[in-house]
């Protein structure tokens, strides 16, 4: 695919790299490439970061249909640049246009486009420990129009971030509540699809939250009102006795990068890990019992995310002393490892930018 290049006439100002929040500064330049019916994909170009125009009956804000991905670029002590298994953010990202009627876009192509901003950018990759450069591939439905129908005109673009942790606490766990008036997402619909909807309807249970002072929601399933689905911004994972245990992927929940990582890197390890039903009934009887060691969740933007409080209803869990546990902890350090470049790639997971 041929990139066309246009640089900005004048460079921002870098922020500082030690006290960066979570998506607020966003780097000089993005990708665009627009999709039109009968000529594909087309026209790719990097252009200055600036204001786009769209009609106001653009589809995308009528009908919604629209994706974005998330993943990251790393700078290793050694001064290379790495992204963490893009092919797996690609192919996902085409499932979620499948499910949204989007055009699929070239998983080659995608993967030139990412790499390409990313080297023009790489003075924006923080170098500080715990920093990186988010990277948010998105499509949007352009065409003008009030019918409901699919899109015949796209854009494709990539735009980047210099971010800091997620979660203001970092690697220290967070407490979460249950969601029980609310529901995120229902087999058959798009629940396994990173699409803008998902996370709109999940802000009430957000909201809520953090009026109660808690960080995320713990998500129920939408019919018994009685599995675990996932965190607001993470898939989940508890520890019970000698077993780590996660919802199973049945279609109402993302299939996350860093999740399908994180069972990898355990089941290397000779841990036992199941991927099935857990009913929140079980997670407290555990917690009861004494036998709920760790939970913790899994995402791009925080990567391990460890849990030291649950509430639901008002009774209260408080998981492994409120502390990071140790199978969290060797997640947590394998795979920012990984993707740093720190310890040794066995799976290759990581791929250098040039």
């Known amino acids: 695919m041929r990139i066309t290049i246009k640089r900005a006439e004048t460079l921002k100002e870098k922020p500082d790299f030690n006290a960066l929040q979570f998506g607020k500064i966003f780097t000089d330049h993005m990708f665009i490439m627009n999709y039109t019916e009968g000529a594909g994909w087309h026209d790719a170009r990097i252009v200055p970061f600036e204001n786009i125009s769209l009609s106001p009956a653009a589809m995308v804000f009528h009908y919604g249909q629209e994706m974005f991905e998330g993943l990251k670029a790393y700078e290793s002590p050694d001064g290379k640049i790495r992204l963490f298994r893009p092919d797996k953010n690609i192919e996902r990202m085409n499932n979620t246009n499948d499910r949204l009627c989007i055009p699929r876009v ?89 699409v803008g909807g998902n996370y709109a309807a999940s802000l009430v249970g957000q909201i809520k939250a953090e009026k109660k002072g808690y960080a995320q929601v713990l998500w129920l399933d939408a019919i018994e009102r009685k599995y675990i689905d996932e965190v607001g911004a993470m898939n989940v994972f508890f520890v019970i006795n000698d077993e780590v245990i996660t919802p199973a992927l049945e279609g109402n929940i993302l299939p996350g990068v860093t999740r399908d990582s994180a069972i990898t890197l355990l089941n290397s390890k000779g841990y036992k890990v199941n991927e099935r039903k857990i009913s929140i009934d079980e997670v407290y009887e555990a917690a009861e019992k004494g036998s709920l060691k760790e939970m913790f969740g899994t995402g791009t933007a925080a990567v391990i995310s460890p849990v030291g409080k649950l509430d639901w209803n008002g009774r209260i869990a408080v998981i492994n002393n409120g502390e990071i546990g140790p199978i969290s902890r060797f997640l947590y350090d394998s795979l920012t490892g990984i993707q740093y470049g720190t310890v040794k790639d066995e799976f290759g997971w990581s791929r250098e930018i040039k």
Not at 171 to 179: F, G, L, N
Request: hydrophobic residues 40%.
């Open 106 to 194: 070239n998983p080659d192509d995608a993967l030139q486009a990412i790499e390409e901003l990313v080297s023009l950018e790489r003075g924006w990759i923080p170098d500080k420990p715990g920093t990186s450069l988010y990277i948010r591939p998105f499509i949007i439905a352009t065409d003008a129009c009030l019918g409901v129908h699919v899109s015949k005109t796209y854009l494709f673009m990539i735009i980047l971030s210099p971010v800091g942790s997620y979660y203001a606490a970092g690697i220290d766990p967070v407490d979460i509540c249950v969601e029980n008036e609310y529901v995120r997402a229902v087999k058959g619909g798009t629940g396994y699809a990173k």
